[in-house]
């Protein structure tokens, strides 16, 4: 169905009673407020229904706005999210924290242009929607492998709009808060040409109420009976920042060693109930407990001590010059066994991308040491009674990873993840909130381990069961529901976001042409 231009009130006696668009000042300033409204939806602060509020204050900054000034507004808007949301990126250096939000506004200052000419067609809040999931869809990609840190749907890990992650994934979970907010807006706005006012008025606040609604009732797989006793051990580290480490690495390994032993005496007693598995965190060795007699004696005597397979987080030698981040399965009688080694790496943390040039012109690019190789297939691990969906740290970000462990038969999954540099930054509560959706997406039970915090468990409901504070010691035995069921959002997969970005991208097109034909015409 072709899309037509709204034709917009030629006088000021018909654009009475509609919302006037703002100066550029006013207009920045919406914007700007905008933005921080949608950092205050993401955790810590949580406040999920800030989220379509700042996409409502973002449409009205843009409507009826030049396309240059739209981009600045865009981008304005965009370094007042995410200078505060990503601000965990600061112990690295504030200049990589000021390039890294610097490039990822340059989406936004896109989105805006976009925005403007689609909000001159009809149906306009769903086009806009569209085009916010299809924002998200190229910051996953691009650059350096993307980087889709906070998406809309990840500030909402327990609110209305967390139901739809189980239709249409992570994409359907933005388009809906984005939908929403682009439907506030255009309650503020006024009516359009040719409209009854009461009807558009009506129409509108019923689709704004009802898009959240609708999340509630989405239906859910139902529990199947069948749990595991998952252990978790967080050791904590005695560094602090970028040198977590402190100035000897198996201080780390020995704290995970101890509190493994702490909890196999916490069975002896009956304290807790004896775990199915144990799963350390990511990074719960960096020495490499293949080619270390130290390493190797420190994990199987802490492994015999509790009885069952432990999932160590490791940081293995691949050849010469290179290693992986690895998930291994060590039982107590054979040693080391599978492994996952993480497939999505972390950009100059974990490799640097264009090497020699940046290695030229930073010597802080050297702190990466041996470049890591990325693995090649899911993380589903046999141990024990279960098969787990092994997920590391970066990559529960990334909805086709998720997905894969999930369809090679992960249940639960576990999430081993190391926030040390991070710690008391927005990084690990944000971190918890992805799981809370993964959690809803595919039907699973989350169990997430880190080195100093958060370690959680989540319900495939999406909601918390377990969380330990962060810079301490803890452990636990937790009871996790098995599921086997499979989602509509496991199924389809990416699917709804590619319908989303087609349309987004569909209207932009008409809209372009609509205006090309009508400067044409004048």
């Not at 139902?222 to 904590?236: A, L, P």
Request: charged content about 15%; glycine content about 10%.
């Amino acid at each position: 169905m072709a899309l037509k231009t709204a034709q917009e009130p030629a006088s000021a006696a018909s654009r009475a009673g509609s919302w006037r668009a703002p100066e550029a000042p006013a207009r920045l300033a919406a914007s700007v407020v905008g933005g921080v409204l949608l950092y205050l939806a993401f955790p810590p602060s949580g406040w999920w229904f800030c989220a379509p509020l700042g996409v409502a204050l973002l449409a009205l900054a843009l409507r009826g706005a030049r396309l240059r000034r739209a981009a600045w507004i865009g981008y304005a808007g965009g370094l007042a999210f995410l200078l505060p949301t990503l601000a965990w990126v600061r112990p690295i250096g504030d200049d990589a924290w000021l390039a890294l939000v610097g490039v990822e506004s340059l989406f936004w200052a896109a989105l805006a242009v976009a925005a403007v000419l689609v909000m001159r067609l009809r149906l306009w809040p769903l086009w806009v929607a569209c085009l916010w999931v299809a924002q998200e869809w190229a910051r996953g990609l691009f650059p350096v492998g993307g980087f889709p840190w906070a998406r809309l749907a990840f500030s909402q890990g327990e609110s209305p709009y967390t139901g739809f992650a189980a239709l249409g994934g992570a994409p359907l979970v933005s388009f809906t808060v984005a939908l929403t907010g682009a439907l506030l807006a255009a309650l503020v706005r006024g009516r359009p040409a040719r409209w009854r006012a009461d009807r558009v008025v009506a129409g509108t606040f019923l689709a704004a109420i009802a898009v959240p609604v609708l999340g509630l009732v989405v239906p859910r797989p139902g529990d199947e009976g069948r749990t595991v006793r998952i252990g978790v051990i967080q050791g904590n580290v005695p560094g602090r920042g970028m040198d977590f480490l402190g100035d000897e690495p198996a201080v780390v390994l020995r704290n995970h060693a101890d509190e493994t032993h702490r909890m196999a005496q916490a069975v002896r007693v009956g304290t807790l109930t004896r775990p199915d598995i144990v799963v350390w965190p990511e990074n719960s060795t960096d020495i490499d407990p293949y080619d270390n007699a130290y390493a190797r004696e420190v994990i199987d005597s802490a492994a015999k001590d509790i009885g069952v397979p432990i999932l160590v987080g490791a940081v293995v030698k691949i050849g010469a010059e290179n290693r992986a981040t690895r998930g291994v399965v060590w039982d107590p009688v054979t040693g080391p066994g599978a492994y996952y080694d993480k497939r999505r790496l972390v950009p100059f943390g974990e490799y640097t991308p264009f090497k020699d040039v940046f290695l030229a012109l930073s010597s802080r690019a050297n702190l990466v040491g041996r470049q890591s190789v990325a693995g090649d297939r899911p993380g589903a691990l046999r141990m024990g009674p279960v098969t787990i969906g092994a997920v590391e740290c970066y990559e529960v970000a990334f909805d086709g990873t998720v997905r894969d462990t999930v369809l090679a038969g992960g249940t639960p999954l576990v999430v081993q993840t190391n926030n040390a540099s991070y710690a008391l930054t927005n990084l690990p509560p944000q971190q918890l909130a992805m799981s809370q959706l993964r959690a809803v997406e595919f039907n699973r039970a989350v169990v997430t381990a880190a080195t100093t915090g958060i370690s959680a468990y989540v319900g495939p409901d999406g909601r918390v069961g377990w969380r330990t504070g962060e810079l301490v010691a803890g452990m636990n035995v937790l009871d996790v529901p098995v599921r086997t069921q499979k989602t509509v959002a496991a199924r389809v997969g990416a699917l709804p976001e590619w319908v989303l970005v087609l349309m987004g991208a569909g209207a932009t097109v008409a809209a372009i042409s609509g205006a090309i034909s009508g400067r044409r015409r004048s």
